[in-house]
């Protein structure tokens, strides 16, 4: 019998939250799947993600969770359609005064940016 194992990464400082972001690169995302969860201070989205840990063929469905958000501005992304696809390029963590901005860069220059006083963030896999 072949076990299936998924893989859950928690980043708690910047260079772990670049990890999660070499994982995350050209995962493709529904803008439906993006969501802020403003009383719960929770940022999230569903990916489709390449399965890097194997042959770097596979996709694999996964979830980016971050925590303790004050504040979430976008750049060039269509809220108005549910259905655009964004490819994220990378993600970006930066210390400003107190707090950090985490950068979500996607291609056609499209942006996301968190403000935070703190990193919580967390990558799982869904399904194989």
């Given at each position: 019998m072949k076990k299936n194992f998924f893989a859950k990464i928690i980043a708690?400082?910047?260079k772990s939250l670049q990890f999660i972001s070499?994982?995350?690169e050209k995962a493709k995302i529904k803008s439906s799947e993006i969501k802020f969860?403003?009383?719960n201070?929770?940022?999230l989205?569903?990916?489709n993600r390449i399965n890097k840990e194997k042959n770097g063929k596979e996709l694999i469905k996964s979830v980016c969770r971050f925590e303790f958000i004050e504040n979430v501005k976008s750049?060039?992304?269509d809220q108005e359609n549910p259905e655009e696809i964004l490819e994220l390029i990378a993600?970006?963590?930066l210390k400003k005064d107190k707090d950090y901005s985490?950068?979500?860069?996607f291609n056609k220059n499209r942006i996301i940016t968190l403000t935070t006083e703190v990193i919580e963030a967390t990558l799982e896999d869904q399904n194989n």
């Open positions: 708690k400082d910047r070499a994982f995350c969860l403003k009383d201070k929770i940022f989205f569903s990916m750049i060039n992304v993600i970006n963590p985490i950068t979500l860069l």
